[in-house]
Every structure is written in structure tokens, then in C-alpha cells.
């Protein structure tokens, strides 16, 4: 398993939630990591990207002032911190890592990454 995300779970509105995402093998020396959600019915979507070497993050409109994305590379762990939760943020989120530095246009698309963990589920109750 190259990563391996928890800290999933069922949080009212307005509440917050830290998920984890473990790095193993190869993919604990990616430059580039996200995490992407998908909602029942939708396609998978873009939630925020770090990217070591090019010092990048970048947030999708949607969560951007609520959600943090964060690395510590001596625990080969990415973080994303949601604050005010809101029920349209209940999906299931994936993490996602890319070996390779790529410019920032590309960091939003889910084929630009090598490896994908399993996903946590995210339910935000109103």
C-alpha cells in the first residue's frame, strides 16, 4: 500500500475534521500530494494539492479560507484540516501523490498523479 488515508467520520455542520494520509514505497518521495473527494452520483473533484519543490498549494474555490492542507515529510504524512464543514462537503476523499514536479495547471487533474489511497468517508449532518 503506497498511501493509506484515515481520520474519516460523521461531523455536524460547522464542526471540523483532520484526515491523514500515510506515504509508503515510492510514493513517500512524491514532489507533488493531494486530496480529491467524490460525492455519490459525482465525478471526482479537486480539493487541494501541495507540492514540495515547487513550493505550490493550491485550493479549490469551494473549500478555499476553511480547509488547510499541510505536510511533515519526517512522518511521510499529508494532512487536510476542515474547519466549518459543510453538508455539500460530504464525499469520500482520496489522497493522491505524483513523483514528479508538474506545473500548477495540472495540479487539479486526477490523471496527473501516480498513486491514489482508498478513501475515507466524509459525512457532514445539517
Known amino acids: 500500500v503506497q498511501l493509506q488515508a484515515f481520520g474519516g467520520g460523521l461531523v455536524q455542520a460547522g464542526g471540523s475534521l483532520r484526515l491523514s494520509c500515510v506515504a509508503s514505497?515510492?510514493?513517500?518521495?512524491?514532489?507533488?500530494m493531494a486530496w480529491f473527494r467524490q460525492a455519490p452520483g459525482n465525478e471526482r473533484e479537486f480539493v487541494a494539492a501541495?507540492?514540495?519543490?515547487?513550493?505550490?498549494?493550491l485550493y479549490a474555490d469551494s473549500v478555499k479560507d476553511r480547509f488547510t492542507i499541510s505536510r511533515d515529510r519526517a512522518k511521510n504524512t499529508l494532512y487536510l484540516q476542515m474547519n466549518s464543514l459543510k453538508p455539500e462537503d460530504t464525499a469520500v476523499y482520496y489522497c493522491?501523490?505524483?513523483?514528479?514536479?508538474?506545473?500548477?495547471?495540472?495540479?487539479?487533474?486526477?490523471?496527473?498523479?501516480?498513486?491514489w489511497g482508498q478513501g475515507t468517508l466524509v459525512t457532514v449532518s445539517s
Open positions: 493522491a501523490a505524483r513523483t514528479r514536479r508538474i506545473i500548477v495547471g495540472y495540479m487539479r487533474v486526477t490523471g496527473s498523479y501516480d498513486f
Open positions: 501541495n507540492s514540495r519543490g515547487g513550493g505550490n498549494t
Open positions: 514505497g515510492r510514493a513517500s518521495d512524491s514532489d507533488l
